[in-house]
């Protein structure tokens, strides 16, 4: 109940932030794109993280809120930095199942896009197995107009959800993110079979393959060593504010 009253007052109180995560392309020793995570840091309960007040947000209907502010700061993130000569590449958000049934989405993205002249292909919506296994028409279709406008679309947490894999083909999908329970287990021998099994795919479908929760030179060597070359984790940086993230940049390039 402290959750849901605080995140009425959140926005205009001015608790909500943006933090960046860094995906690098291990090879080539360079920033791929970045992550936007959302925190709110409550008067009472310091940082809550948004694996607990996301549910709470759709439940009470505010998801679309949080989600419009979500994506305005990321584009005027974008803006600032285009204006800086700073290149950061794509910029990733993740969105619900909830997000995406709106019958707005599509034009309120396209629109702040629009807004801030950043060209649709700068950012990416990451999507969960959940959105797949619901089969509704309308996300579908939000989905390929939205790819048709050049947004790039990944799917998030890939293999620990439980959808058929046909969704692979049917959505207009540019990456698949490797979940890091996949990668954390990189010295176990069964889970080591299923994350090649994942890259192989991933190549055969033509699509971008990244692992995510990256924390040790030996993950890092392993997934190099089976040509998957883009990474995210602690390894290289947790999220960071905006201007931590820069700093972080200069050292890393
Ligand atoms: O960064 P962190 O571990 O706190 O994220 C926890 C969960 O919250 C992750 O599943 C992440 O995808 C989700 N999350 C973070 N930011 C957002 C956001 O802006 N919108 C939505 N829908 N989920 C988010
Ligand atoms: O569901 P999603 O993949 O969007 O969630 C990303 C979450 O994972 C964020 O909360 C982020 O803080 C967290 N995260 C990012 N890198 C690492 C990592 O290397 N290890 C762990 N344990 N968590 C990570
Ligand atoms: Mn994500
Ligand atoms: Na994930």
Known sequence: LLIEQGLRLCIENQELFVYYQPKVHVAEHKLYGVEALLRWKHPQLGFVSPAAFIPIAEEAGMIHALGDWVLESVCQQLRRWDEEGIEV???SMNVSLKQLEHMDYKD???????????HPSRLELEITE????CDQEHILHTLNELHEQGLKLSMDDFGTGY???????????NTIK????FVEATTVSDQIKLIDMIISMTHQLGLEVIAEGVETVEQMEYLQARQCVLMQGYLFSK???????IIWLHQYE
């Open 108 to 118: 309120r993205v396209l629109s702040t896009l629009e807004r801030y002249s950043i």
């Open 89 to 91: 590449g794509t910029a």
């Open 178 to 181: 490797i979940d890091r329970t």
């Open 130 to 133: 959940s959105i797949a296994m």
């Open 163 to 173: 959808a058929s894999l046909s969704y692979i083909t049917l959505y207009p999908l």
């Open 239 to 245: 999220p960071l504010p905006a201007n931590e993230f």
